[in-house]
């Protein structure tokens, strides 16, 4: 398979960037490996949001199942802030079926998700299928996309505790490693730096919620659990002047990032 790239016009020369690369890259330029989980359900409300935390974040993750007033419209307007600020955009979409299903699921119905997600997350509890029907859509558009693949969650209890799974999960994301690009995890996965390991369940103050959900700080998430990217939601949601938290979780968690991975 071909390695989705980006076309950049760059001094009138079309400079063509994988989307691994990429990542990589808007992390470096930005100094932030800090991923704004923007659990809203309003659209508008996110798009603004974004517009303030832009510069701070590499990548906004929603969840667009959750949004009362999505539209083409609007969600065109979140990826054109994207560009112009520099960061990914990830649905969180968790396909977890065949690969017809999700062949279906990630380019139709009223979200379309393969035209404007950069990167969707993926249970591989189905098998390598479900990797092949992404992969085979993503393929149709003109444009780079990835996936990052749910090896373990951060929830109390979850059946992703099982190292067969993990492992499995693992020799997966290998086999396809032009369209899978990462994890979401709990701990570092392979010894290469090839995988971008992403985790949830960050917070600087709460140790968890009501429903099951568990927090380390930003340096814990580095450093004990193997993080690259720390996905971030009520931590900045919930704060008075989400701005100003999303610049400590950017300066923490890079600061954290620099020393721990050495980069
Ligand atoms: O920081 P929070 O707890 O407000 O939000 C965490 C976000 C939510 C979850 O749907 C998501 O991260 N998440 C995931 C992802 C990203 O796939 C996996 C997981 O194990 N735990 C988790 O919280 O949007």
């Known amino acids: 398979t071909q390695l989705p790239t980006l076309n950049i016009e760059i001094e009138n020369k079309t400079i063509s960037i994988p989307i691994r690369q990429r990542f990589q890259t808007i992390m470096k330029e930005k100094r932030s490996n800090l991923c704004l989980s923007a659990d809203l359900t309003n659209l508008d409300e996110i798009i603004k949001l974004s517009k303030q935390v832009?510069?701070?974040?590499?990548?906004?993750?929603?969840?667009?199942?959750?949004?009362?007033?999505?539209?083409?419209?609007?969600?065109?307007?979140?990826?054109?802030?994207?560009?112009?600020?520099?960061?990914?955009?990830?649905?969180?979409?968790?396909?977890?079926?065949?690969?017809?299903?999700?062949?279906?699921?990630?380019?139709?119905?009223?979200?379309?998700?393969?035209?404007?997600?950069?990167?969707?997350?993926?249970?591989?509890?189905?098998g390598e299928c479900i990797v092949q029907g992404l992969e085979q859509s993503a393929q149709s558009i003109n444009?780079?996309?990835?996936?990052?693949?749910?090896?373990?969650?951060?929830?109390?209890?979850?059946f992703t505790d099982n190292e067969d799974y993990v492992k499995g999960v693992v020799e997966c994301a290998k086999k396809y490693s032009d369209f899978v690009i990462g994890f979401i995890s709990q701990s570092r996965l392979t010894t290469t730096d090839e995988f971008l390991h992403c985790t949830p369940g960050v917070h600087l103050n709460n140790t968890g919620d009501q429903l099951g959900q568990q927090y380390v700080t930003p340096r814990q998430a580095i450093d004990e659990r193997g993080a690259d990217i720390l996905i971030v939601g009520?931590?900045?949601?919930?704060?008075?002047?989400?701005?100003?938290?999303?610049?400590?979780?950017?300066?923490?968690?890079?600061?954290?990032?620099?020393?721990?991975?050495?980069i």
């Open 234 to 262: 009520r931590a900045i949601l919930d704060s008075i002047n989400r701005a100003k938290t999303a610049e400590e979780y950017q300066q923490q968690g890079y600061q954290a990032y620099e020393e721990i991975r050495k």
């Open 143 to 158: 444009e780079p996309r990835g996936c990052l693949l749910i090896a373990q969650m951060s929830s109390k209890g979850a």
């Open 54 to 126: 832009g510069s701070n974040i590499c990548m906004l993750k929603i969840h667009s199942d959750i949004l009362t007033d999505f539209s083409m419209d609007k969600i065109q307007q979140l990826k054109d802030i994207s560009r112009k600020l520099n960061f990914l955009l990830l649905e969180d979409r968790k396909f977890a079926d065949i690969g017809n299903t999700v062949k279906l699921q990630y380019t139709k119905g009223l979200f379309r998700i393969v035209e404007w997600a950069d990167l969707v997350t993926v249970h591989a509890l189905p």
